[in-house]
């Protein structure tokens, strides 16, 4: 075994965050924690840091800075607040893997950083990419950086292609297990409460990619995602409904052989390759079992009845700056539907009137998208208050 490799988690006290550190936990010849970060969960923080022992932490929410410092400071663990604070930390040399688990946008800049500063990035924040994808990926082509896919799905593909470097992907099918929704018609979407829309049936995730599930969006976001990180066009992706998400996704090759990757539903599975890649760590993880599940099954997601999905496509086709449109509108039309500000049915129509009103920039600059997303929350809040 080489050294331990160095992991700073952004985002450490949510639904990734906690399952990374089961998984270093379990690996402790592997991996070390050098950064954990967290929002307001002040303290699961520090419960972490008092188990982990990282050399850093921040709490963005300032406010919480003293309650943190105070424990921590006897431990010598320095304690930094304030989402500035997110940028420098990732830039530290005892770092080689920076896993961005916050949710949203928010995760946009602290990822340029930490690319930046060479580090190789395992990225769950799906939304950065989809934000501004091109200069993401430009940045870490440049700067020799690797992108290791967290996502179950993308990380599924990523399995896939080992060993195919020469061979072109003509297709990839994103499997989507359809959500608690699945089959649902518009009447009875109309009246789903937050907590009906919060119960995913296979997979145990944030509040906010939940919801993404319920609606779909979470599948538009990914296809956007599996745009910039496998340099694919718009008509090479494709979603196919599997409710049993045990195939995890699927790539098909130029000779039309096709190449899936399976297991059951378990987000350790990916961050843990992320980390070990390009070697397999023993797990003790439950393994599947052929025989209970008899019957995979497969259908066309309803793109009718769940727009998002719809509108999520046609703005990757777009491009420019539709895209982080379309993110900033849905993470608005999310929260609002989180405090019970908007109904189910509404979050697209948020979004789709954002993608309608803000003007289209072909090709942004950061700048650009910061403004973009600063511009669309305010018209999607203004629209919201109108509903
Ligand atoms: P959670 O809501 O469970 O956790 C989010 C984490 O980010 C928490 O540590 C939270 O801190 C922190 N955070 C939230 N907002 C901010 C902010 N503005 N600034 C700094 N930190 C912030 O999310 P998940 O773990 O479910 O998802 C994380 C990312 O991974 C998302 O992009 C999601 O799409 C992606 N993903 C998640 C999967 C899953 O199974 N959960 C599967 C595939 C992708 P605190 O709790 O302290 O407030």
Redesign the pocket.
Known sequence: MGKQKGIAI??????????ALEVIEAHPDAFLVEVL??????D??IEQALKFKPNVVV???EVLYQKVFDVLDAEDIKVYAG?DA?NQVVEMDTIDIVL?????F??LKSTISAIDAGKTIAL?????LVVAGDIIAALAKEKRVAILP???EHSAIFQCLVGENANPIEKIYLTASGGPFRGKDIDFLSKVTKEQALKHPN????????I?SATLM?KG?EMIEAKWLFDLSAKQIDVIVHPQSIIHSIVQFEDGSMKAQMGLPD?KL?IQYAFSFPNRLASDFPRFNFLDYPSFTFEKPDIETFRNLKLAFEAMEVGGNVPCVLNAANEIAVEAFLQDKIKFMEMPNVVENCLNKINFVAKPSLNDYVETDNETRIFAKEFVKSI
Do not use: C, F, R, Y
Not at 37 to 42: F, V
Not at 100 to 104: E, Q
Not at 124 to 128: L, P, R, S, Y
């Open positions: 952004l985002g450490a006290t949510g639904s990734i965050g906690t399952q970060t967290a929002n307001n969960n002040a699961l923080l709490i963005s929410n989402h997110l961005t688990a916050l949710v949203g928010a995760g769950a924040n799906k939304e950065t967290v996502d179950s997979w145990d995730m944030g509040a906010k990619i939940t993404d979470n976001l987000m990916p």
